[in-house]
């Protein structure tokens, strides 16, 4: 069970001191945060605020709305009121002593107008991006992001037990996913899946049982499933679940801001021989790639090995999407938003380095029949990996 806590002040102000060293490398006099997520992670808040961030001297946490709970949420030293971007530029000035000369801005979220206006306001000033230093930082977490995450896990596993118990013949996926969801809200679970990508959003339920697994859409996955509608053409839908099909639940939890994400397979009564057969290989290329996670391996390289045993297993057909819908990708980085780096794809050639968090999916899809998968949530460390995601690695037969 979780309460409501705030972000630890050390922690705040470790990211502060270490993104105040980046711009110093990269030559950047100061940056201004306005995406909630990276607020979030630089305040302890997500109240709606600027953060203006000196490469030297202290940062200032300009508040919107509302101010008086982000002053108590955040864990920066000057927090001020303001009504309007407008006065930003002034107040700078006023506290900081001077416009800065180059401005950082998150160029990889803010829409053309937000960056234009800024333009406006900081005329003198030559704006860059500065998402790449955020997001490079923000995928080495700390211990404290670390147990977070682990408590978002050991919930996972507990809803995982819950959604075998509850499994029965004729319930909709949608009703399934409902009651997984309500025993997750029970434990603290936040319900959204925050991601940073613009036409993309991310959900809790995705539930595919049957040849609803074997649906692809518009999603960046190997399968989407029905959905509800043509308007959320994706994840779990009135479909009833029957007995003996495959049915894949790949549930994710937020905790405090932070995610994991994992997939198991259900079936009510026994699975067919052939879908257990694929179930073992994917278990395998799982495995294979996870043996060979360590600091110094690179996405891709891994992303290979998964290639590799894939063809060793014989199901290369299958593997990451049916022939023509496959994806170029095997897992993600995780932590404040699903999309973190790194990401274990074809062509991501970041090192893994200790600290770093990441979901680890291998899927295969028989298109127009199921699909079977797994997935887990794992930190490096200094010789491999940790499961975050402490659910066994088996087939959930239903209690009923």
């Not at 994706?234 to 905790?255: N, Q, T, Y």
Request: overall charge positive; proline content about 6%; some cysteine.
């Amino acid at each position: 069970m979780t309460s409501y806590k705030l972000v630890p002040k050390s922690e705040i102000d470790k990211r502060i001191q270490t993104l105040q060293g980046l711009l110093r490398e990269k030559g950047i006099e100061a940056a201004l945060w306005i995406q909630k997520t990276d607020i979030y992670y630089l305040t302890g808040t997500l109240q709606r605020s600027y953060l203006f961030v000196p490469a030297k001297g202290d940062p200032i946490h300009l508040i919107k709305k509302d101010f008086k709970r982000g002053r108590v949420e955040s864990g920066i030293g000057t927090i001020l009121h303001i009504r309007s971007i407008k006065q930003i530029p002034q107040t700078i000035r006023r506290v900081y002593g001077r416009m800065p000369h180059t401005l950082g801005i998150e160029a990889d979220v803010l829409p053309v107008k937000v960056w234009q206006r800024l333009e406006s306001l900081f005329n003198a000033s030559q704006l860059v991006d500065v998402s790449p230093l955020l997001l490079a930082q923000r995928s080495v977490k700390s211990p404290y992001e670390i147990n977070v995450m682990a408590q978002a896990g050991r919930v996972g596993k507990a809803v995982y037990a819950y959604g075998r118990e509850i499994l029965k013949e004729g319930m909709t996926e949608i009703a399934f996913a409902g009651k997984m969801m309500a025993r997750a809200f029970e434990m603290g679970h936040e319900g959204l899946l925050r991601m940073r990508a613009m036409n993309d959003e991310s959900y809790c339920w995705h539930i595919l049982s049957g040849e609803n697994g074997g649906m692809v859409s518009y999603i960046n996955a190997p399968m989407g499933g029905r959905g509800l509608s043509p308007a959320f053409p994706v994840g779990a839908s009135m479909k009833p679940i029957l007995r003996h099909e495959p049915v894949m639940v790949d549930f994710g939890i937020c905790l405090q801001g932070y995610q994991i994400d994992e997939t198991r397979m259900f079936c009510i009564g026994e699975m067919p021989k052939r879908y257990r057969d694929l179930y073992r290989s994917v278990v395998a290329i799982h495995h294979a790639i996870l043996d060979a996670a360590r600091p110094g391996m690179t996405g891709q390289a891994l992303f290979e090995i998964g290639l590799g045993q894939a063809q060793k297993e014989g199901v290369s057909e299958f593997y990451l999407g049916p022939p023509g819908n496959k994806v170029s990708f095997v897992g993600h980085g995780i932590g404040l938003e699903i999309n973190d780096p790194p990401f274990i794809a074809s062509m991501d050639t970041t090192p893994l380095r200790e600290g770093m968090t990441f979901a680890l999916e291998p899927k295969l899809v028989v298109e127009g029949e199921a699909a079977i998968g797994i997935e887990d949530t794992v930190v490096v460390t200094h010789d491999g990996i940790r499961y975050l995601t402490p659910l066994r690695q088996t087939l959930f037969h239903a209690v009923s």
